[in-house]
Antibody, heavy 116, light 113 residues
Framework: EVQLVESGGGLVQPGGSLRLSCAAS????????MHWVRQAPGKGLVWVSR????????IYADSVKGRFTISRDDAKNTLSLQMNSLRADDTAVYYC?????????WGQGALVTVSS | DIVMTQSPDSLAVSLGERATINCKSS????????????LAWYQQKPGQPPKLLIY???IRESGVPDRFSGSGSGTDFTLTISSLQAEDVAVYYC?????????FGQGTRVEIK
């Protein structure tokens, strides 16, 4: 059974850092493009970043470029998102998702709250 | 960036009746090399992650009830729920995966009348 489980969310002060992890099971992430999508409270879905199967092709949304870093550890079958210089408008539930005919599997999400 | 615009923002439909959601992309999402529209539909219930319903604009994901169907071409697409059930109450999103950044519509909330 395919599963994605995010961890690492929490409360952080503006300007702080947080690292999200997404543990995959039931498939190997090395065979898929992987994405992060976020959703601010009560708002819609916003794509954040993606990484290619070999890790060579990485793209970010303009709103996070230069602050967030996506990476993958194929040995641990885990996707990560390093978030630096966090701002209040980064507050959201962050989902990792597998790409296969669009985004076919999503994790349950990790809540990141940026507040003083 | 491709802008995705859904209409309406919300709709209330009686149980057993048809619900129709529209989605318009600011440019074509048709990939000419395989003649596929890179358009997906998702359902999101409160407190849950999105669930893929439709991909390639009209292909139903495995396990999705056949009352859900997708149609359209070029820049105009539709998600139809042929006979609304109580468990279909949710927010529905269209999304293009033709080009980065991937973009979503603003969502359409479906409720029971």
């Amino acid at each position: 059974e395919v599963q994605l489980v995010e961890s690492g969310g929490g409360l952080v002060q503006p300007g702080g850092s947080l690292r999200l992890s997404c543990a995959a099971s039931g498939f190997t992430i090395s065979g898929h493009w992987m994405h992060w999508v976020r959703q601010a409270p009560g708002k819609g879905l916003v794509w954040v970043s993606r990484i290619s199967p070999d890790g060579s092709n990485i793209i970010y949304a303009d709103s996070v470029k230069g602050r967030f870093t996506i990476s993958r550890d194929d040995a641990k079958n885990t996707l990560s998102l390093q978030m630096n210089s966090l701002r209040a408008d980064d507050t959201a539930v962050y989902y990792c998702a597998r790409a296969y005919n669009s985004l076919d599997y999503w994790g349950q999400g990790a809540l990141v709250t940026v507040s003083s | 960036d491709i802008v995705m615009t859904q209409s309406p923002d919300s709709l209330a439909v009686s149980l057993g009746e048809r619900a129709t959601i529209n989605c318009k992309s600011s440019q074509s999402v048709l990939y000419s090399s395989n003649n596929e529209h890179y358009l997906a539909w998702y359902q999101q219930k409160p407190g849950q992650p999105p669930k893929l319903l439709i991909y390639w604009a009209s292909i139903r994901e495995s396990g999705v009830p056949d009352r859900f169907s997708g149609s359209g071409s070029g820049t105009d697409f539709t998600l139809t729920i042929s006979s609304l059930q109580a468990e279909d109450v949710a927010v529905y999103y269209c999304q293009q995966y033709y080009s980065a950044p991937l973009t979503f519509g603003q969502g359409t909330r479906v409720e029971i009348k």
